[in-house]
């Protein structure tokens, strides 16, 4: 009966967990450099073996943290998913109809070059990223998505972000820091922007201001992959119209939990602890790793430990 009541309070928790989050789609980068640098097959840290990917890709992941496939999911998908859009459904694993995404054939061909094939969907967006009000909250600064992750190790994530119609610098396209994937968790918290932040947008504290940035231009059904410690973020939706994507972060069945007491991820589990604790009075039995074992879903292979 105690499992009962502790799944109801989590259930309910994630309801209230992560307003609006954004993101975009590589497919043309419009500012800042990219590189493929010549690598050994010895050498691959970030991608594993197997035919999907070419050497040119897997060496651009490796050296940049991010890889755009061009018109993956097909437009039938796309506008099956549409017809669910509200203003942003997060942790949709419990809509079977959104949940497809993250079983598409299309979709976890790809994952598996970054998590194996125990593959388990973690966390799932539909955003429909609405216009900026003048406050310029429609913003995302610049973050690392580990930093709300309490599962490791960091290279067996991965995130499939999906375009479902033309994204630009315009309605807020995803901008990336290229090759900040090799660094590690920095501190994240509430930037001190003018006219404020939604709830959990935290962002990196310390960063070089002048590292090139690349701002991702889209098309409907492009589809990137990004490693979780790449340094990423979104400007203002400055159209009067959403902005419509769907994204699923993967990891491998055989990544484990930590736990982020006395590290840089401690604010964000007393954030999510506080607002449980808050609406249902559940600080002492709810924590960072319980929210995320519930909302893990496996979608291909064996669950062999997450």
């Not at 995803?174 to 660094?183: A, C, E, M, N, Y």
Request: aromatic share 10%; charged share 25%.
């Amino acid at each position: 009966m105690e499992q009962l009541r502790a799944a109801a309070r989590l259930q309910i928790v994630l309801g209230h967990l992560g307003r609006p989050s954004a993101g975009a789609v590589v497919a043309h980068p419009t500012s800042g450099t990219i590189s493929s640098a010549s690598f050994h097959p010895q050498q691959f840290q970030y991608t594993l073996d197997n035919n999907v990917l070419t050497l040119e890709q897997r060496k651009f992941y490796e050296e940049n943290g991010f890889l755009v496939i061009k018109n993956l999911v097909p437009d039938a998908d796309i506008q099956r998913f549409r017809e669910k859009m509200i203003t942003k459904v997060q942790d949709f694993q419990e809509d079977k109809e959104l949940f497809r995404y993250c079983t598409l054939p299309e979709i976890l061909k790809y994952v598996e070059c970054f998590t194996g094939p125990n593959i388990m969907a973690m966390h799932t967006m539909l955003i429909n990223k609405p216009p900026d009000s003048g406050k310029k909250t429609s913003r995302h600064p610049l973050h690392q998505d580990l930093h709300y992750f309490p599962f490791r190790p960091s290279d067996l994530i991965v995130c499939a972000w999906t375009a479902m119609e033309h994204i630009s610098r315009n309605n807020g396209c995803l901008v990336v820091l290229p090759g900040t994937h090799k660094g590690s968790l920095k501190p994240h918290d509430y930037p001190k922007w003018e006219g404020g932040v939604n709830k959990m947008f935290h962002g990196i504290q310390d960063y070089e201001e002048n590292k090139a940035r690349v701002h991702l231009v889209m098309e409907k059904g492009d589809t990137v992959f990004f490693h979780p410690l790449l340094i990423h973020g979104s400007g203002q939706n400055k159209t009067q119209g959403f902005r419509k994507a769907i994204s699923c972060h993967f990891a491998s069945a055989d990544c484990h939990y930590i736990d982020v007491k006395g590290t840089s991820q401690e604010n964000i589990e007393k954030e999510v602890v506080g607002i449980a604790h808050k609406f249902f009075g559940a600080e002492n039995s709810v924590n960072l790793k319980d929210i995320w074992m519930f909302r893990a879903r496996l979608v291909k292979g064996e669950r062999t430990n997450l």
